[in-house]
């Protein structure tokens, strides 16, 4: 059973520099069957795909979000970890990492419980 979870201040200031780390158990990040993603939700919005980060390292991102985003690892954590530059109160969202399972086209089959991001002075 894969566990994923959130971590990472729920407030973060416009202009500084949103991270948040997702910590895997139950199953390595270096798996060649999954990405590891990130999602976020807006208050009354639908999800929204960030990115993700695949066994290699490698990492993928929205266009939308793009110029904004990285995703990393740290393998000997069995973590990954979201970083979102010069953040706008429109980035207060709920974040969820996932796993996606490549044969099934990207599908999320495990989300973390998610964790609420809030950009206020």
């Known amino acids: 059973q894969v566990q994923l979870v959130e971590s990472g201040p729920g407030l973060v200031k416009p202009s500084q520099t949103l991270s948040l780390t997702c910590t895997a158990s139950?199953?390595?990040?270096?798996?060649?069957?999954?990405?590891w993603s990130w999602i976020r939700q807006p208050p009354g919005k639908g999800l929204e795909w960030m990115g993700a980060i695949i066994y290699t390292g490698s990492a993928y991102y929205s266009t939308s979000l793009k110029s904004r985003t990285s995703i990393s690892r740290d393998t000997s954590k069995n973590q990954f970890t979201l970083q979102l530059s010069s953040v706008t109160p429109e980035d207060t969202a709920v974040y969820y990492c996932a796993r996606a399972v490549v044969i099934l086209g990207g599908a999320m089959d495990y989300w973390g419980k998610g964790t609420l991001v809030t950009v206020s002075s």
């Open positions: 139950g199953g390595s990040i270096t798996t060649n069957s999954y990405y």
